[in-house]
Structures are given as C-alpha cells and as structure tokens.
C-alpha cells in the first residue's frame, strides 16, 4: 500500500529544497512568453529573432562524422574525452590565436564540454569558496548571458554587475580596488552578447594581472569570437595568456554552436590553467558531464576544418548588409565586431516587442531581459535584441516587416501608449 504523506510531511519535502533556487531569476524567453501571453499576432508566418540559435544547415562533415560513429551508443564516454579531440582543439586554438609551440598541451589545458553553457555554469560550482561570513562575488558584464547570474547565486556567491558603457563592455578601469579584492570568479565575454562589442588583447591583458594580483579565476566565454566580419579576428584570451608565459587563473569557453551551427551537437571545450582544469574534471566526473563519442568524433572533424566557417561568416555579412539597407534610415543598426546580434535602442523595448508581434507576427527580445538595474542604471530597459539567425530569406522577411510597422507606428507613439 503506498503511504499517503500527511500536511506536515509535504512541508518538511518543500522546505528542504535548496533555498538558493528562489534566488533564480525567470529565464528570458520564460519572460517572454509571459509577455506575448494573451497578444493575436497577425495571420502571418512567424518570424523569430528572439533566440540565438543558429539555423544554418549543419556541415555535411558533422553530420557524417555522427553517423559513422553512431557505435559509440555502446561505450560511456570519458569526462576527459578523446585525446584525438583534445589534439585537434589544441592545434585550432593554438593556430587562431598564434600560440606559441607547445603552450597549450592537450593532456593538461584542454577538456571538452557539453558545449559553453554548462560548463561555464558548473565551473562556478566547483571554483567559488562555499559558506563564506562575507560572499565572494562574481563580477559579470550587465547586460550579460543570464547562465553567469545563475551560476554565481546558486553558489552561494553574489553578483557583482558591471555596466555596459557605450563601447558595449564595462569599464574595467574603473571598478574599485576593494571590488576587485572579493571578487572570486570574473565572467568576460568577448565577442559580447548582445552587444557585439569585444575586449583588445592589451585590456585583456590588463585582466589577467589583476586576476593574479587577487587570485581569482578569469573565466573568458569566447563563444561568439569566429562570428566577425571580414579581416576583424578578435583577440582571445589565450593569446594574451601567452603573452605572459602562462595560464594561470585564466580559463577559455569555446562552443561550436555558433561556429559550426550545431547547437544540437551541445559540443565545446575549456582551455587554461591546467591546476583548475585538475580540479574542474574532478568535479565534472561526479556530475557525469561526458559528452558522446558520436558527438566527439563530429567535433575533430569541424575543429579540423575552416572552410565551413567562412562560408557561415559570409552568411552573415549578408544578413548584416540587409539589416543596414531595410532599417538603416530608421534605426541606428551597427554591424557588431562579432556575434550575429542587432541591439538597436528603441525606448520602452517591451512595449516594441509586444506591438511589433501583435502587428507583424515577428518576435524579438526585449533588452530589459538581458540586463539587471545596478548602480543606478538599467542598460538594456531602451533596448531589443535581434537575432539574425535564419536563412537570408526570413531575416530580409523579417526586417522588412520590422520597416513596415515603424513606418506605421513610429517609436515616439509606441512608447507613450
């Protein structure tokens, strides 16, 4: 006979749940949804800008490469993955970053991941210092990817937000000394979502004596940084690690989500000081963070190659082009130093999303959703996100039905009613 909990057994069952998950903010697109909820939107296909999930095909090599190594179904993948994957990571990074021979030994400074988001997520887990009188912080760019929010609070951790100045990236310059001397894990983002905007090599090197200077963990998410225009490479954290001989406190977040355009694949890795990564496998063998064989034999075979990735580049040269032809003469839309994002202000962002969707049937995201208010300022509240990740034809789609609403509703009208 099953037992039937009495009232106060279903109390003790709730309140044992970890207190740190009311902490947790709703996600973006839960925002969102809630926002939409109740709206008609037009009799027209929809047009989604709000996420940035590339929908580009998948390269023909991934995909054979999963096929042909489906029999990895029958093993357990290794937490720290095959050596011939850690190889080819380490010969791409060391060859996109100009690293010097030998600086990055596969065996010591690489591990993959299941791509960047969970690995950027669990690294806090296994970092920050638990049940401090005073928390450590976690310093992250606002607005910022909501995943390094999350990681820091339910780490027992706080977040310390730093604004986005009118270059797209905090002023690291001017945060103060005491900041710097709690923080226990630093969140850069470069190329920056949503802004677009990147770190130069001499500032990132600045970060990484400071990180020394304090011992905390420099944690770089590099996702977007081979989504650039043509002859724009940003620099990354490892070449400027190199600089300095080392990779002490520094650790590198690649994806090939956006890359390859496998979101899928869930496929990334994280490069850097090999003491943490000791550390970071140990942790990640108890969470079972392995990724499959399959999905490791496709990830050489798309670290091995470029060709695909100049071809997704000039995909979005393309969509850029068109975004500044369609809109340009009504918003300030600028081609960002890398990632595949438009962040055009437009006043009150919610107010645009929630009309644009009910009179044109196309989703965007407000900014509000991306950023928190801190020190006096909200960064994202004037601001929508577009993703331009569809094919050519939906995003010239999209954009021109954009055109057409604000030619109808201009922003000035939208934002009083």
Not at 319 to 330: E, R, V
Request: hydrophobic share 45%; with cysteine; proline share 8%.
């Amino acid at each position: 006979m099953t037992a039937i909990l009495a009232p106060e057994s279903l109390l003790m069952t709730k309140n044992s749940m970890n207190p740190l998950l009311e902490t947790l903010q709703a996600y973006p697109f839960e925002r969102l949804r809630t926002l939409l909820a109740g709206v008609t939107p037009a009799d027209k296909e929809l047009i989604d800008f709000s996420i940035g999930e590339p929908r580009h095909p998948a390269p023909a090599i991934v995909s054979e490469a999963i096929i042909e190594h489906l029999h990895g179904l029958a093993e357990y993948p290794k937490v720290l993955g095959d050596l011939r994957l850690r190889q080819a990571i380490a010969d791409w990074a060391s060859q996109r970053f100009a690293l010097p021979a030998g600086f990055l030994d596969p065996e010591r400074h690489v591990i993959p991941a299941n791509g960047s988001r969970e690995a950027l997520f669990s690294v806090a887990q296994a970092v920050l210092p638990p049940c401090q009188t005073s928390k450590p912080l976690v310093l992250l760019p606002n607005p910022f990817y909501q995943i390094y929010e999350g990681a820091a609070l339910l780490a027992g951790a706080e977040p310390y937000y730093l604004n986005c100045d009118t270059s797209g990236q905090p002023d690291f310059l001017a945060v103060e000394e005491s900041v710097w001397a709690r923080c226990a894990l630093l969140y850069i983002n470069s190329p920056h979502n949503p802004t677009g905007a990147t770190l130069p090599l001499e500032m990132l090197g600045w970060l990484i004596r400071k990180a020394r200077q304090h011992g905390f963990v420099l944690a770089a998410d590099e996702c977007y940084s081979e989504l650039y225009p043509e002859g724009g490479a940003p620099a990354g954290i490892l070449e400027a690690a190199a600089a300095t001989g080392s990779l002490a406190q520094v650790l590198a977040f690649h994806s090939l989500s956006k890359r390859s355009s496998i979101p899928g694949a869930r496929s990334g890795f994280v490069a850097g000081d090999a003491d943490i990564l000791k550390a970071f496998v140990r942790y990640r063998t108890y969470l079972g963070a392995a990724t499959p064989p399959f999905i490791q034999a496709a990830a050489i075979a798309a670290w091995r190659d470029e060709q695909h990735v100049q071809h997704t580049r000039a995909d979005y040269a393309r969509k850029f082009a068109a975004a500044h032809d369609i809109l340009g003469a009504l918003l300030p839309v600028e081609t960002p130093a890398g990632g595949f994002y438009l962040w055009p202000r437009v006043g009150d962002g919610e107010a645009f999303v929630r009309a644009l969707y009910e009179a044109e049937h196309v989703r965007c995201l407000p900014g509000a959703y991306l950023a928190r208010n801190a020190h006096g300022v909200h960064p994202g509240k004037d601001r929508v996100r577009i993703a331009l990740v569809g094919n050519l034809e939906d995003c010239v789609d999209g954009l021109q039905r954009m055109r057409h609403f604000m030619e109808q509703h201009p922003i000035s009208t939208i934002n009083k009613s």
